[in-house]
């Protein structure tokens, strides 16, 4: 069984509100830039990764999405993620939506531009990710 650890922290932003920061060992990888963490659903902050297939939802898989999947798992397999709300807090599906990072990668959204395994959503974005080019096409899609 794996211990659920979980721990609430005051994590100070760009603006001048603190942001309560999710610290948790608990996180199941939904696609490249999707969690669960703790129980919470986290879309990763400014990125959009390729989508694995959802038939329940009408998604059909796109190309590489099982290879971001996989990459997201093997980033934060048996590690303590540390996720803090940002940009608009919530996307239109109710998921949080927040930059994450672990040990040695603080950032998983900027790691999996940097992989070729997402591109930036400049619409979400805004400039925060310039630095990594790779930005998405229409309606989020991989360059």
């Given at each position: 069984?794996?211990?659920?650890?979980a721990?609430?922290?005051?994590?100070?932003?760009d603006?001048?509100?603190?942001?309560?920061?999710?610290?948790?060992?608990?996180?199941?990888?939904?696609?490249?830039?999707?969690?669960?963490?703790?129980?919470?659903?986290?879309r990763?902050?400014?990125?959009?990764?390729?989508?694995?297939?959802?038939?329940?939802?009408?998604?059909?898989?796109?190309?590489?999405?099982?290879?971001?999947?996989?990459?997201m798992?093997?980033?934060?397999?048996?590690?303590q993620?540390?996720?803090?709300?940002?940009?608009?807090?919530?996307?239109?599906?109710?998921?949080?939506v927040?930059?994450?990072?672990?040990?040695?990668?603080?950032?998983?959204?900027?790691?999996?531009?940097?992989?070729?395994?997402?591109?930036?959503?400049?619409?979400?974005?805004?400039?925060?990710?310039?630095?990594?080019?790779?930005f998405?096409?229409?309606?989020?899609?991989?360059?």
């Amino acid at each position: 069984m794996i211990p659920i650890l979980a721990a609430m922290a005051v994590v100070a932003l760009d603006g001048p509100a603190p942001q309560a920061a999710l610290v948790c060992s608990d996180v199941r990888v939904l696609d490249g830039d999707t969690i669960v963490a703790c129980s919470n659903r986290i879309r990763l902050f400014g990125i959009n990764a390729p989508e694995i297939a959802h038939p329940g939802l009408h998604i059909a898989q796109e190309p590489g999405g099982p290879e971001a999947k996989a990459r997201m798992i093997a980033l934060v397999s048996g590690k303590q993620v540390t996720c803090v709300p940002a940009g608009n807090q919530h996307d239109r599906y109710g998921r949080t939506v927040a930059k994450c990072g672990v040990d040695g990668v603080p950032d998983l959204g900027a790691e999996m531009v940097k992989e070729h395994l997402a591109c930036v959503w400049k619409r979400y974005a805004g400039h925060t990710y310039d630095s990594l080019g790779r930005f998405c096409g229409p309606k989020g899609k991989q360059p």
